[in-house]
């Protein structure tokens, strides 16, 4: 979901599912419905701030991304990237380079368990 409001996402799959479920079991799909017209209320009210992270894999590799969030993530939260949650486990600050203007602090994440 980089680079998508993931709480609207949200709530457009959680509709999809419950136009598919109506018939099953009516009081809890009406729940879900009202949830997703919730998220929905609460994506067209939030303010997203564009976050940076490092993407720590456990063969040592690792990746740079950015996704625009409604709060600042915090150490322990999952955030998903293509389709695969992340655990924030802490921040990696790079100093600043002779070349660049100011130091850069990313959010690092390893795959959620």
Not at 28 to 55: C, I, M, P
Request: charged share 25%.
């Amino acid at each position: 979901m980089e680079g998508e409001n993931t709480v609207l996402g949200n709530a457009e799959r959680l509709e999809r599912i419950v136009e598919g479920s109506r018939g099953v079991a009516p009081g809890a799909v009406d729940g879900f419905a009202r949830y997703a017209e919730l998220l929905r209320e609460a994506a067209a009210t939030s303010q997203f701030a564009r976050y940076s992270f490092k993407l720590e894999f456990p063969d040592g590799r690792w990746d740079l991304a950015e996704q625009e969030l409604a709060t600042e993530p915090r150490v322990g939260d999952l955030v998903w990237f293509d389709g695969s949650p992340w655990q924030i486990c802490g921040h990696r600050f790079v100093p600043r380079r002779p070349d660049a203007g100011h130091p850069h602090d990313f959010l690092a994440c390893s795959p959620a368990a």
